[in-house]
C-alpha cells in the first residue's frame, strides 16, 4: 500500500476538493512565496466570515520589541468567558513555513485553543520571511513571551504556566524561543506544545523524500521556507540552534514537551527525532505519531475524526499540564471531541 492510499480517508477527501481548486500541488506548488501568499488571501476570502466568539473577550496589542530595530510586535489576546485572575497563557505562534501566515488567518484556532483549555492565549504577528529573515521571527516570539510574563498582571495570568504552542514552522519558533528562554534566564516556560514541527533545515531524513507530493506542504516549498528564512546562512553549517532547532546540541533544561505528527508527514522524522533527543536529554515528553495524517491535515479537514481525535488528547494535555481545572459545560465536556479522547 502506497502513502496515498494510507492516507485517513476523510482527510484524502478534502485534500482532494482542495487541489481540484488550487492545483495538483496545492499552494506549495506556486513556486512564487508573493504569488503564494496572494492565491492564500484568495483562499481565505472564499470561507464564511470569522464568527464572533461571544464567549471571550478579544483584543489587539501592539509590543515593543528588545531587539533591533525595536519594531511593534502585533499580538492578539483571547480570555475565555469564566476565565479568573491568575489564569494560565498560552503563547501561540502560526504556521506558514515562515513566509506566509497571520493572526487574522489563525484566528479561529487560536479562539479554539482558548475555549478548549481555559487559558489566556496571546497570539504573536511576527515577521515574515523573505522580507525579514532570521533573527526577526524568533525575536519577535521571544519579546511576545517576555511581555506576557512581565505584563502578568496586565493580562491577569501566572507567570508560572506560561506554554508556548506552535504548529509547523510556529513549532520550530516555539522551540527556538524555549531554546532562547534557557540560555537567556527566563522567562520560565512551563510546557511546549509542537504540532508537526518544521525544525530542521537540512531536510535530510527519509520522510522528507516519501512523504511529499500529495497537494499539501512538499519538499519543495519546505527548502524554499527554509531558505527564505536562512538567507545566505542556507546550505551551510552556519545555520544557529535558534533558527534550526535541530541543529542544537544541548537540550537539557528545555521544558515539559508534547509532540504530535501524522505518519504521512512529511517533517515526521525531524520531529520523532527530536523528541527523543529531549527524553534523552532528561525532559518529559509526550509523543503521538498518527496513522493517516498528513502535514496541514488539520486544516484541510478540521472536522475529520482524526482531527477532533487529535486537539482533544492535545487540549487534554494542555489542561493537565497547566493544571486547569475543567469548567466547560457538562455538554461540551460529554462532546464527541472529549469522548474520542
Same mark, same amino acid.
Given at each position: ?33 508573493? =504569488? ?24 489587539d496589542v501592539s509590543i ?7 519594531? =511593534? ?13 491568575? =489564569? ?99 522567562p520560565e516556560i512551563a ?18 523524500y516519501v512523504n511529499t ?32 532547532? =535541530? ?95
Amino acid at each position: 500500500m502506497d502513502a496515498e492510499d494510507r492516507m485517513d480517508p476523510q482527510v484524502r477527501a478534502r485534500l482532494d476538493q482542495y487541489v481540484s481548486i488550487v492545483g495538483p500541488q496545492g499552494l506549495s506548488g506556486i513556486g512564487s512565496i508573493t =504569488a503564494r501568499r496572494r492565491k492564500q488571501a484568495e483562499l481565505a476570502a472564499l470561507r464564511p466570515g470569522t464568527a464572533a466568539h461571544h464567549d471571550m473577550e478579544i483584543r489587539d496589542v501592539s509590543i515593543r520589541s528588545t531587539a533591533p530595530p525595536h519594531a =511593534a510586535v502585533p499580538a492578539r489576546v483571547y480570555r475565555p468567558a469564566g476565565s479568573t485572575a491568575g =489564569a494560565p497563557c498560552i503563547c501561540y505562534v502560526h504556521g506558514g513555513g515562515m513566509v506566509t501566515g497571520s493572526v487574522d488567518g489563525d484566528d479561529a484556532k487560536a479562539a479554539e485553543l482558548a475555549r478548549a483549555t481555559g487559558c489566556v492565549v496571546v497570539s504573536v504577528a511576527y515577521r515574515l520571511a523573505p522580507e525579514n529573515p532570521y533573527p526577526a521571527a524568533v525575536d519577535d516570539c521571544f519579546a511576545a513571551l517576555s511581555w506576557i510574563a512581565e505584563g502578568r498582571q496586565e493580562l491577569g495570568i501566572d507567570p508560572g504556566r506560561i506554554a508556548l504552542y506552535g504548529p509547523s514552522a510556529g513549532g520550530c519558533l516555539a522551540t527556538a524561543t524555549a531554546l532562547l528562554a534557557r540560555d537567556r534566564g527566563g522567562p520560565e516556560i512551563a510546557y511546549l506544545t509542537l504540532v508537526s514541527p518544521m525544525l530542521d533545515d537540512r531536510s535530510s531524513t527519509p520522510s522528507t523524500y516519501v512523504n511529499t507530493g500529495f497537494g499539501a506542504w512538499s519538499r519543495e516549498a519546505n527548502l524554499q521556507a527554509w531558505e527564505a528564512y536562512l538567507g545566505e546562512d542556507f546550505g551551510t553549517d552556519h545555520v544557529s540552534p535558534y533558527a534550526a532547532p =535541530a541543529r542544537a546540541d544541548d537540550l537539557t533544561r528545555l521544558p515539559p514537551t508534547y509532540v504530535d505528527v501524522g505518519d504521512l508527514d512529511l517533517l515526521r522524522d525531524e520531529a520523532t527525532d527530536f523528541a527523543q533527543r529531549l527524553m534523552r536529554a532528561g525532559v518529559p515528553v509526550e509523543l503521538h505519531v498518527y496513522p493517516g495524517g498528513i502535514h496541514g491535515g488539520e486544516s484541510l479537514a478540521p472536522r475529520a475524526d482524526l482531527t477532533v481525535r487529535v486537539r482533544a488528547r492535545r487540549h487534554s494535555a494542555l489542561r493537565r499540564a497547566l493544571r486547569v481545572q475543567d469548567r466547560r459545560p457538562l455538554e461540551a465536556r460529554n462532546s464527541r471531541a472529549d469522548r474520542s479522547r
